[in-house]
């Protein structure tokens, strides 16, 4: 059985436990306190040298890190991934945006204010990396002016990807007022058969 190396809070892994829902696929499930450290300590160092969750452990041993590249690796051959190549390259386009352009500025602004105390020396980041988590919700907000999903006017992976921090962006001061569009497709992610929320446990 799969095995998945989580932290309950995590957009990134929850977006692993949201594919998994998705396919109603079994998997053995770890919580591992990202707080206390629990990922640095050699044990999960030997499971991934990156020390960051999630990190998949497949039948035969393999551990394969990167929330992207797992949910690649589970929707492959599904749904959830298109089977033309135009298709399969936009789903990674959009993969390749919210890793890029999109998690720095709308997660770890949720991250610092949930889980970091107020004197913290990273509340001096607040402004810039909110000013570039509007300015992804933008990119969004335009793309989806004239769609109902991110790619193929279907539900995929890409649009997991994106759901999984931007559903939670106000909790780290990104108002999704200003973004109708992107709170209609919101909606409509949340309205799929299967959904589960970020903080229900496997």
Same mark, same amino acid.
């Given at each position: 059985?799969?095995?998945?190396?989580?932290?309950?809070? *995590?957009?990134?892994?929850?977006?692993?436990?949201? %594919?998994?829902?998705?396919?109603?696929?079994?998997?053995?499930?770890?919580?591992?306190?990202?707080?206390?450290?629990?990922?640095?300590?050699?044990?999960?160092?030997?499971?991934?040298?990156?020390?960051? /969750?999630?990190? %998949?452990? %497949?039948?035969? &041993?393999?551990?394969?890190?990167? *929330?992207?590249?797992?949910?690649?690796?589970?929707?492959?051959?599904?749904?959830?991934?298109?089977?033309?190549?135009? $298709?399969?390259?936009? !789903?990674?386009?959009?993969?390749?945006?919210?890793?890029? *352009?999109?998690?720095?500025? !709308?997660?770890?602004?949720?991250? /610092?204010?949930?889980?970091?105390?107020?004197?913290?020396?990273?509340?001096?980041?607040?402004?810039?990396?909110?000013?570039? $988590?509007?300015?992804? %919700?933008? !990119?969004?907000?335009? =793309?989806?002016?004239?769609?109902?999903?991110?790619?193929?006017?279907?539900?995929?992976?890409?649009?997991?990807?994106? +759901?999984? +921090?931007? =559903?939670?962006? &106000?909790?780290?001061?990104?108002?999704?007022?200003? +973004?109708?569009?992107?709170?209609?497709?919101?909606?409509?992610?949340?309205?799929? *058969?299967?959904?589960?929320?970020?903080?229900?446990?496997?």
């Amino acid at each position: 059985m799969l095995t998945l190396y989580d932290y309950l809070d *995590s957009g990134n892994g929850y977006k692993i436990r949201l %594919l998994f829902a998705l396919l109603k696929r079994p998997y053995r499930w770890v919580e591992l306190d990202i707080l206390a450290g629990a990922t640095r300590v050699p044990e999960f160092l030997a499971k991934n040298p990156n020390g960051r /969750i999630p990190t %998949l452990q %497949l039948e035969d &041993g393999t551990y394969l890190a990167e *929330s992207d590249a797992i949910l690649w690796y589970l929707a492959e051959g599904t749904r959830f991934i298109p089977a033309d190549p135009i $298709g399969r390259a936009l !789903v990674l386009q959009w993969m390749f945006f919210e890793q890029y *352009s999109h998690e720095p500025y !709308v997660a770890t602004p949720r991250f /610092i204010r949930r889980h970091l105390p107020e004197d913290s020396p990273r509340y001096a980041e607040l402004p810039v990396r909110l000013k570039q $988590g509007r300015a992804a %919700l933008a !990119v969004m907000e335009t =793309h989806l002016t004239t769609r109902r999903f991110f790619v193929a006017e279907r539900y995929t992976i890409a649009d997991m990807a994106l +759901y999984a +921090y931007t =559903h939670v962006a &106000g909790e780290g001061g990104l108002e999704l007022a200003p +973004y109708p569009h992107v709170t209609a497709w919101l909606a409509r992610v949340a309205a799929e *058969s299967g959904h589960v929320p970020l903080t229900e446990r496997p």
